[in-house]
């Protein structure tokens, strides 16, 4: 059964930054789509960065594009999100999601990815 395990958040102030980190275990994750979403409270759960497991491509959220990076570790089999830059309405409970892609597949979709994290929360203050 494959499991998602974050860890990383905590509490910042505005301008710090943060690497949550995403342990992956219990699948083969080869052709994957790895995501990261967050959501705020009374917020619908909103996509932040994406990428392809074996493959370069990656994607992010308007709000985030060059202040996050999303990055993986194979040999570790660990996703992990640097954020930069760190913003108030950043603050959110952070999740990891996983899926194998179909041809429908949206990688900005939450309800396409099958696995998912418990979650990370972050906090950040103004």
């Known amino acids: 059964q494959v499991q998602l395990v974050e860890s990383g958040g905590g509490l910042v102030q505005a301008g710090d930054s943060l690497r949550l980190s995403c342990a992956a275990s219990g699948g083969t994750f080869s052709g994957y789509i790895m995501g990261w979403f967050r959501q705020a409270p009374g917020k619908e759960r909103e996509f932040v960065a994406a990428k392809t497991w074996s493959g370069g491509n990656t994607y992010y959220a308007d709000s985030v594009k060059g202040r996050f990076t999303i990055s993986g570790d194979n040999a570790k089999n660990a996703v992990y999100l640097q954020m930069n830059s760190l913003k108030p309405e950043d603050t959110a409970d952070y999740y990891c999601?996983?899926?194998?892609?179909?041809?429908?597949?949206?990688?900005?979709?939450?309800?396409?990815?099958?696995?998912w994290g418990q979650g990370t929360q972050v906090t950040v203050s103004s």
């Open positions: 999601a996983a899926t194998r892609p179909y041809y429908s597949t949206k990688y900005s979709n939450p309800q396409d990815y099958k696995y």
